[in-house]
């Protein structure tokens, strides 16, 4: 009888197994955070054995294997049972049915599906909880305890039935652990759980998942980081924006002046949608599907009144903090007159302040005529002088990124950014708003911004997201 393969041990792997449609290439997706992962309703997608490595700064942490179901199952087993040997001998026999049967192509799914097993995978075994436990899958399972790797069982909920109790029943006669899990609705706590168990499989994987839940835990934050800095470099480049266009009439007519108005929002339109499209690659969803083409937020128009509403401050929030904001530069006023002004600074800073926030509610910026060189002049947009428009910018940056860190790998419906009505209560707090402002004050001015200024921004960005996210 042929000798076994040698095996690699330099990471864990997992073979994820079961009868076919029951949610084994979501899991592996889900686990895996890869959404190239080919899912479909029909059986008998999956036909060959294919690796799913989760790599993090170059090492992999484990890797997964989306296997073919089971076919026939019944006479694998048939011809595994006439060879009676003792329990250690019959990973060899299972091996001999693999190297016996490799150009058959009657056993062709269950060889794809045994081959990883018998090279050292763990087994991950799928059942679907919302269909009844049925006798048949024991021939699968006592198949899966011929090849002796380390087992656990998942119960993945297709439909809304559920029979977790009756599987659980039979599962725990096969498996040394069973969990339930949805791929589909999967969050990073429970990701953690899972990998969890499956250290606990075998000896020698505890320390190296270990290690990876270690090293997942920091690639989260990495992720936090990244899309921060890149929401943070988004609002201050599109407030700070400036848009020419050139002319050489005496004066500008009212169409060059609708050309750069509208020049000005495509540009920034533009930055949205690229920064939307770096977001999903940090989280790994580069193939996600967007109900709308364009913008991310269907119907909603960065520059639409019903996105001010969602995601922008109302008239009296700006007037507040337009208020706040101009009493700290009034305090500036009392200082410099050493209390000669009766704090009255902080008063008429405040006043100003707010006024303005109030009447700039919807303007975005001044277009402004400059210069002449042998009779051409230009026209000027920017920067942004809408005290409202960093918030409606941040808000709908945030919101993105928090509806795609939380969307599993394993969809492939049309994501749809379906809109939370308690959104911006969640996310923009009275003490976050006044530590945004003081930022986009700065922005808006146009005047250079120090690193330690826009890395401090960032940070505040950061402890939004992971409050939401982690919620």
């Known amino acids: 009888m042929p000798g076994r393969r040698e095996i690699d041990f330099s990471h864990p792997k997992f073979a994820v197994v079961g009868h076919p449609n029951k949610g084994k290439s979501s899991i592996v997706s889900a686990l895996a955070l890869d959404d190239t992962v080919q899912i479909s309703d029909t059986p008998g997608t999956t036909t060959k054995k294919r ?33 009676d040997v003792p329990a250690n001998k019959k990973q060899e026999v299972v091996q001999a049915f693999i190297d016996t049967h ?56 297709i439909d809304e039935m559920d029979y977790s109790e009756e599987w659980k029943k039979a599962l725990e006669h096969y498996f040394k652990m069973v969990r339930t899990f949805n791929p589909m609705q999967t969050n990073f706590e429970q990701h953690m759980s899972i990998l969890e168990s499956m250290a606990q499989l075998k000896e020698e994987w505890i320390a190296p998942l270990k290690t990876s839940i270690k090293l997942f835990k920091q690639y989260q934050e990495q992720m936090l980081e990244r899309s921060a800095t890149l929401i943070a470099r988004l609002v201050y480049e599109s407030v700070t924006a400036v848009e020419k266009l050139s002319f050489y009439a005496p004066e500008a007519s009212e169409q060059e002046r609708y050309k ?23 989280w790994n969803h580069g193939h996600l599907q967007k ?12 520059f639409s009144e019903e996105t001010a509403s ?24 009392d200082l410099l007159f050493a209390g000669h002004t009766l704090l009255l600074g902080g008063a008429i800073g405040a006043l100003i302040g707010g006024a303005g926030a109030y009447l700039g509610f919807n303007e975005l910026s001044e277009v402004k005529v400059l210069g002449q060189t042998m009779g051409k002049h230009y026209l000027e947009m920017g920067p942004m002088e809408n005290r409202n428009f960093p918030y409606i910018l941040l808000g709908r940056a945030i919101y993105h990124t928090m509806k795609v860190a939380q969307t599993s790998h394993a969809k492939r419906e049309v994501f749809d950014m379906e809109m939370d009505q ?44 992971k409050r939401l996210i982690d919620a």
């Open 51 to 83: 690796s799913f490595p989760l790599t993090v700064d170059g090492k992999v942490l484990y890797e997964l294997f989306d296997t073919p179901g089971f076919q026939r199952a019944r006479r694998v087993l048939a011809w595994l049972k006439q060879h």
């Open 422 to 465: 308690t959104f911006k209560e969640r996310w923009l707090d009275d003490t976050s708003r006044n530590a945004l402002e003081k930022y986009h004050k700065k922005f808006r001015s146009g005047s250079a911004l120090e690193a330690e200024e826009l890395k401090a921004y960032e940070t505040l960005i950061k402890q939004i997201l």
């Open 102 to 157: 490799r150009e058959n192509e009657h056993f062709h799914d269950e060889i794809e599906l045994l081959e990883p097993i018998m090279d050292g995978a763990g087994i991950i075994y799928v059942v679907d909880g919302s269909q009844p436990y049925g006798e048949e899958y024991e021939t699968e399972m006592e198949i899966l305890r011929w090849t002796g790797q380390p087992s656990m069982a998942l119960i993945n909920h």
């Open 260 to 282: 750069i108005e509208s020049n000005y929002k495509d540009r920034l339109r533009e930055l949205e949608v690229t920064a939307q499209k770096d977001i999903e690659d940090i």
């Open 310 to 333: 969602v995601f922008g401050l109302t008239r009296k929030e700006l007037l507040i903090t337009g208020m706040t904001s101009g009493a700290i530069t009034g305090a500036g006023i």
């Open 291 to 302: 109900k709308e083409k364009v913008l991310t937020f269907e119907g909603l128009d960065l």
